[in-house]
């Protein structure tokens, strides 16, 4: 009677411990004992995909096998199963169950590069591979279409290559700073009527065509009486300071003709001083949250000016509000309807274009986008008036005034 054995399981192996079992992938191998073999392992222990890593080599007088865990030519196997083999101790007539993994052996011939040859057509995309199915077995057709794709790809690079370096020199010579408020000053500047009050043409009265309360809320109006008090107690000296500073002449004109009357003079008060802030804004590249905090500014006004005279950018991870081209046209029409509330219907163009820091024909241009008549006082001695600069007026009479935009159109020349 054939003796029995019993199954012993080696609980908590080692990666070292696994036993190895090969398979040759050209046959098997007659002389098993002639075969000298060596099993190497990646160093990298610190890598967790390198660790694991083993290369088994396997040498004999005419051949060399080498397998591997990993690779192109190792069994998948290896990750979906696990494998275990029994080992007879003859002695003790005890098996010994191991863990195991296979190798795939591939003979390996001297000068051979069949790996590195696939390793790099692996590493084609696909068009590639396409590309050279039509060399090798393409029609004439496609391979003139294959030539000529191939030239288009050359010019394209060689442009994109000389406008890159077209745009480093520019951008060394003048600054990325310079750059990006050039973009933002020259951003939407022909869409002025955008950025107009709201216009009701239809109206009856003058002061309702741009009406007050969409240039200032009750709301905002009411937490200007504070600061429409300070303006309403500046002595002649601080009013002889701000014309010497020559920055807001609108705002001294209107402060120094205050009218008698309480309400009204209460109203061409806080309008001034709003009218200040927007002149300020005009002159600004930027402003921030601390904008006017020391003259008194409410916070929602501080609100109103950044949302509606800024445009947010983004430099360096940071929001900042800029005060565009485009912001400045609007700053200049919201200015006018103020000064109309304020003046019975007629503004100074004169005087506004030069507080805003704009041109003339600039605000000129605003005037008629708005509809008003513009027109110049008589001229009278210099001595009796102060208007002997031949100052600009602009006045809201209805019907509104529309102005024919003049568009010049340049000739193309033929081609030839």
């Keep these: 009677m054939a003796a ?9 192996e080692r990666e070292e411990d696994k036993a190895v079992i090969v398979q040759f992938s050209n046959g098997s191998v007659k002389n098993a004992d002639k075969l000298d073999f060596t099993f190497y392992k990646n160093t990298d222990e610190s890598n967790p995909r390198k660790k694991s890593r083993r290369m088994l080599v396997a040498e004999s007088g005419r051949l060399s096998y080498v397998g591997s865990n990993f690779g192109v030519g190792s069994l998948k ?45 692996s590493s084609q995309t ?5 590309d050279s199915l039509i060399e090798a077995f393409g029609t004439n057709k496609q391979k003139r279409a294959l030539t000529s794709r191939r030239l288009n790809q050359v010019g394209s690079e060689t442009l994109h290559q000389a406008v890159a370096k077209a745009a480093n020199s520019v951008i060394e010579q003048k600054g990325l700073e310079a750059l990006q408020q050039e973009v933002a000053d020259t951003e939407s500047q022909g869409d002025v009527a955008f950025n107009m009050p709201p216009c009701n043409a239809d109206a ?40 010497d500073d020559g920055r807001c002449m609108c705002v ?9 009357d309480e ?70 029409a919201y200015s006018l309807a103020l000064l109309l509330h304020m003046g019975h ?14 041109t003339e024909a600039r605000m000129v241009e605003v005037a008629k986008m708005m509809g008003l008549t513009l027109s110049r006082p008589a001229r009278v001695k210099a001595d009796d008036s102060e208007l002997r600069d031949d100052h ?25």
Aim: net charge positive; hydrophobic share 35%; aromatic share 6%.
């Design 345 to 358: 219907m007629t503004a100074n163009l004169t005087l506004l274009h030069r507080d805003l820091g704009i």
């Design 4 to 12: 029995a054995c019993t199954l012993v399981c080696c609980e908590e």
């Design 77 to 121: 196997c290896n990750n979906l199963c696990k494998y275990y083999v029994g080992v007879l101790n003859r002695q003790t007539m005890q098996m010994e169950v191991h863990s195991a993994q296979l190798f795939n052996m591939q003979p390996v011939i001297p000068g051979e590069t069949t790996e590195t040859g696939q390793s790099q057509d």
């Design 126 to 130: 696909y068009r590639e591979k396409v």
């Design 204 to 243: 009856d009265k003058p002061e309702d065509v741009y009406q007050f309360d969409d240039l200032l809320d009750p709301v905002e109006y009411g937490a200007l009486q504070e600061a429409g008090d300070k303006m309403a107690s500046l002595t002649p000296a601080e009013l002889q300071k701000m014309r």
């Design 252 to 260: 001294v004109k209107q402060l120094e003709t205050l009218p008698s």
């Design 392 to 416: 600009r007026l602009a006045s809201l009479v209805l019907p509104l005034v529309k102005y024919e935009q003049l568009t010049e159109r340049r000739k193309r020349k033929k081609m030839r």
């Design 263 to 332: 309400d009204a003079r209460e109203k061409r008060t806080r309008c001034a001083f709003f009218l200040s802030l927007l002149l300020k804004v005009a002159r600004q590249k930027s402003i921030t949250r601390k904008f006017m905090q020391e003259e008194g500014c409410p916070r929602i006004i501080q609100s109103k000016l950044m949302k509606m005279f800024t445009v947010e950018t983004f430099n360096k991870g940071m929001v900042q509000n800029m005060v565009s081209t485009t912001m400045r046209a609007k700053v200049a």
